[in-house]
């Protein structure tokens, strides 16, 4: 198997702050890696580089075989070349970050709309085009268990249904990679539930995601590998069962000892 996501020694720090040291991992296609740890510990900086919303200072990105990211090649780290570069991954605030202004079904077609505006012939077909994008929303809407809330506006939805929305916008550019940004950290417990299924599901069809998260027992089932990241670094990584249930560290030990207690 080739791996789809590779990365090799990513270094970044803000100010003096070294907050990524040296973070080497990769991911195959279809597999699902949590990456888990403390808060301040570096994993939503990590999500941030991949999706090319921070600028790692070292180390190599790429994706499919294809370098998309090398600080010793200025040529991939050009701002005009990046944006191009994101639609590989797709990601899941822990906030949903939907537009109050649009329905469900809009904020699901929106970035789809844009990208096909810069395509050429689109003026021709863009009646077709249009329908082609809606359609497609409401099918990921669907799947979502959304179909009667299209028309909703976010104001309208509970949390749980406001972060479906927003994992079907993400879908809806077809990433190679999907990533969740602690997606049930801003939801009440009740409505955790509803989102975590969606994401099973993903991972049931082998959708390939990063999923950065507090839920334990939600990471060792998914995951096909987990990540244990702490000030900056990874400590630990391997399948759930060796992290998550026979942690050789004595960083790891005391971090999954806070979430066995309860």
Not at 32 to 61: A, H, M, Q, W, Y
Not at 234 to 250: A, D, F, K, M, Y
């Amino acid at each position: 198997m080739m791996a789809i996501l590779e990365v090799e020694h990513l270094n970044k720090s803000f100010e003096r702050t070294r907050v990524l040291e040296d973070i080497s991992f990769s991911l195959e296609k279809g597999q699902v890696l949590s990456i888990i740890g403390s808060s301040g510990s570096g994993k939503t900086t990590l999500l941030r580089c991949l999706n090319f919303l921070e600028r790692p200072d070292g180390g190599v990105i790429r994706v499919g075989g294809e370098t998309l990211f090398d600080a010793a090649d200025p040529v991939t780290t050009q701002e005009s070349a990046i944006r191009k570069k994101r639609l590989h991954f797709g990601l899941v605030f822990q906030s949903f970050n939907l537009f109050p202004q649009y329905t469900a079904l809009e904020n699901v077609m929106l970035a789809k709309e844009l990208l096909a505006k810069e395509q050429p012939g689109y003026k021709e077909r863009k009646k077709e085009i249009h329908e082609e994008i809606r359609e497609e929303a409401k099918v990921l809407l669907g799947q979502m268990g959304l179909a009667d809330r299209m028309e909703n506006y976010p104001h309208q939805l509970s949390g749980g249904q406001c972060q479906r929305v927003a994992i079907a916008r993400a879908l809806a550019l077809k990433p190679d990679i999907l990533c969740f940004d602690e997606p049930t950290s801003a939801l009440d417990p009740e409505l955790t539930g509803e989102v975590l299924k969606v994401i099973r599901s993903l991972a049931d069809q082998e959708t390939t995601m990063i999923i950065v998260t507090h839920e334990m027992a939600f990471a060792r089932d998914v995951s096909s590998q987990v990540l244990f990241m702490d000030e900056g670094r990874i400590l630990e990584q391997g399948t759930p069962q060796e992290v998550l249930e026979n942690p050789r560290e004595e960083r790891t030990k005391q971090f999954l000892s806070r979430f066995t207690q309860g």
